[in-house]
Nanobody
């Protein structure tokens, strides 16, 4: 059973920083893309940043230059360093992993974490 466990959310003032972590476990051999998405109340879930196993990164325009995504392939863990946080960054942040190899009968494909709340006060 694949599990993604997130940590690092919380309440911070505008201009502050937070670091999110997400560890994937459960018979996983390989993950190609890991990413962070967020969902604010009343809005659709949106991509924040994603990173391939080879280190290729993509960012939403709204966070480019402020957020940095990284990963540790050996630990199946992805991180999101968030600096210069703004009130509009307030949302539930979800980790995503696309598993491409695992111990049978683990299902291959997309998995999601439970979400971690990030609140930025003005």
């Amino acid at each position: 059973q694949v599990q993604l466990v997130e940590s690092g959310g919380g309440l911070v003032q505008a201009g502050g920083s937070l670091r999110l972590s997400c560890a994937a476990s459960g018979g996983i051999f390989s993950i190609d893309v890991m990413g962070w998405y967020r969902q604010a109340p009343g809005l659709q879930r949106e991509l924040v940043a994603k990173i391939t196993s080879g280190g290729i990164k993509n960012y939403a325009d709204s966070v480019r230059g402020r957020f940095t995504i990284s990963r540790d392939n050996a630990k199946n863990t992805v991180y999101l360093q968030m600096n210069s946080l703004e009130p509009q960054d307030t949302a539930v942040y979800y980790c995503n992993a696309h598993v491409i190899a695992a111990v049978a009968p683990v299902r291959l494909g997309d998995y999601w974490g439970q979400g971690t709340q990030v609140t930025v006060s003005s």
